[in-house]
């Protein structure tokens, strides 16, 4: 039998495990993996700011991450110093002022634990509205602007020449992410968001023939690392976000096998 | 990260004369320093211009301002409405996690039909390659996938920014041989940017020879006896400079495959016959008479080429 709160985690991460798929497909082509830690790390701040001025928490964290992403961008034009310094100055100063400002909290019982890992077990019926809504409309914007942003992730000056704006996507794509750890914290908490968004579309990159498919197929393999880690989190009684996250990098080191070679006959076109 | 591309800028006054884009003293400064001053440009719908210009000269400046990449600094842009622009980037690297195949770089700024894919494809002679990944392919056979892309758009500026480098000697004749007849057949304008002094296509309407600033224009023959011309590039390439004409009665596939052309060319195809470039007859060959049969040898490649 399985339980209420199973049922609720299991589709909870399921949908977030959807929505995140194809936006890890996108950080992976655009080598924006650091930019989507950093990112997230901002997001115990974001989490920290929605107690402290008692708004919704899923709305303190989109807020926060996508001023650090704009601060990111203002000192990336302003130059001087190298995009990954400015990533690993931003990360790791956004999650110790988080820390910071949570510890300053008298009076609340906060759950750090869960806030960085994940609490997918506590999920209730508001917060799986908030996934499978706010994930749909994700999606949808996704599906709207996939030709322009896949343009301008493979050529942003091509795009523009030919009349696209690839700084519009960008922004766009940036806001999505945002929107995408926002409702990804609470499943897998903020140290592990990325991997939730980078390690299914890794692994669906030697599968997919093309970059819907590699979506789709990241899509689906997110979500049976869900399933699978949520099953034995309950079996072995271990911290279910990272267990997630442990299932998914089965998944991908399982696609690392010789699959090929088990299907004789088919040969590689332009070796 | 991806590189900063503002916003081009189609909606400006159309440029008077039916030109579809008109600079005027057009400069782009970075740092304190102009890549580029005082450059007077104007495209016909139709027309050949050839960029030509050292490293550093700023040709892919231009042509970026051309394209609306980069807001000059200094001059006066005007561009006819609706221009349908084809690029061809001079480096373009495809993240090797990213599944693309050479259709879906097809439609990567736009839908087209399947059917006008696979014409496209086969006109620039890599029908076969379809399905094959864009990481797959051979400097040539990419510099061809890249050109099917912005012909299939039936662009009326068609920007070229140095479309034979990393291609061999036969696929650049083969190259420019396509330029002149893809103009041919979709009647567009063509931008054509080039380091390589030694050939300017004779079917180049103008050639503007850049070094920061516009230091000699017109024919390429008029061009190629500009004292501007000799004193920026020196003697040597004056004599390098070949005006690469079509004498020929076939040429070469991207696999090196004879491909026929039209009959009824030139009678002197017999003598050419084997696809190499030939040097065009001006005015200047009188100036180098005692050193033309030295340089005449190194660029034959006949016998390199033509092997099967």
């Keep these: 039998m399985v339980s209420d709160f199973l049922l609720h985690a299991a589709l909870a991460g399921i949908g977030v495990a959807i929505v995140a798929a194809p936006l890890g497909c996108f950080v992976v082509w655009r080598r924006m993996a650091y930019f989507g830690d950093t990112m997230a790390h901002s997001a115990l701040l974001g989490a920290a700011a929605a107690i402290a001025f008692d708004i919704d928490a899923t709305l303190g964290v989109f807020t926060i991450s996508v001023l650090v992403a704009l601060a990111l961008l203002a000192l990336e034009r302003r130059g001087g110093l190298a995009t990954d310094t400015l990533l690993g100055l931003l990360s790791h100063s956004a999650l110790a002022v988080g820390l910071v400002v949570m510890g300053m909290m008298t009076g609340i019982r906060l759950d750090l634990f869960g806030y960085l890992f994940g609490d997918i077990l506590a999920v209730d019926g508001r917060d799986l509205a908030l996934i499978w809504g706010g994930g749909a409309v994700i999606l949808g914007l996704l599906a709207y602007i996939w030709r322009p942003l896949l343009a301008a992730t493979v050529a942003p000056d091509v795009a523009a020449a030919e009349g696209m704006n690839p700084a519009r996507q960008r922004l766009i ?99 | 990260m991806d590189a ?235 004599e390098a400079l070949a005006v690469y004409q079509h004498h020929h009665d076939h040429a070469h596939g991207p696999h090196g495959e004879v491909i026929p052309l039209r009959a009824g060319g030139d009678p002197d195809a017999h003598s050419h016959g084997d696809g190499a470039v030939c040097h065009a007859h001006h005015e200047h060959d009188h100036d180098h008479g005692p050193h033309h049969h030295d340089k005449d040898v190194p660029d034959d490649p006949a016998g390199a080429t033509d092997g099967q």
Aim: aromatic fraction near 4%; include cysteine.
């Design chain 1, 173 to 271: 794509f940036m806001l999505l992410l945002a929107g995408v750890i926002a409702i990804a914290m609470k499943i897998v908490g903020i140290l592990l968001i990325t991997a939730l968004l980078i390690i299914p579309a890794a692994a669906a990159r030697r599968i997919a023939h093309g970059p819907e498919a590699m979506a789709a197929i990241a899509a689906g393999i997110g979500a049976l690392a869900v399933v699978g880690g949520l099953a034995a989190a309950v079996q072995a009684d271990t911290p279910a976000g990272p267990t997630i996250v442990v299932a998914a990098l089965v998944l991908f080191l399982a696609g690392l096998l010789p699959w090929a070679r088990l299907r004789p006959g088919k040969e590689t076109e332009h070796g």
């Design chain 2, 4 to 238: 900063e591309a503002p916003k081009p800028d189609f909606a400006q006054a159309p440029a008077p004369g039916g030109a579809l884009f008109r600079a005027q003293g057009v400069g782009v400064r970075r740092g304190g320093d102009w890549l580029i001053r005082g450059i007077d440009l104007t495209i016909d719908p139709g027309e050949i211009v050839t960029l030509i210009g050292p490293n550093g000269s700023g040709k892919s400046t231009t042509a970026k301002v051309v394209l609306g990449l980069i807001r000059p600094d200094a001059g006066k842009i005007e561009r006819a409405a609706k221009v349908r622009v084809g690029y061809v980037p001079q480096r373009l690297s495809i993240d090797e996690t990213l599944p693309f195949s050479v259709k879906r770089l097809m439609t990567m700024t736009g839908p087209a039909p399947e059917a006008d894919i696979r014409a496209a494809l086969a006109r620039v002679g890599i029908g076969h390659l379809a399905d094959a990944a864009v990481q797959r392919l051979s400097g040539g056979e990419f510099q061809r996938a890249l050109m099917a892309r912005a012909i299939l758009r039936k662009p009326d500026l068609l920007v070229l920014d140095e479309p034979v480098q990393g291609v061999d000697f036969a696929g650049e004749v083969a190259l420019y041989e396509l330029i002149r007849d893809i103009r041919n057949e979709l009647g567009c304008a063509i931008l054509l940017i080039s380091h390589d002094l030694h050939f300017v296509m004779a079917e180049t309407d103008r050639v503007l020879c850049l070094n920061q600033h516009v230091c000699c224009a017109g024919t390429p023959q008029s061009v190629a006896a500009d004292p501007e011309y000799r004193r920026l590039f020196g003697p040597r390439a004056v």
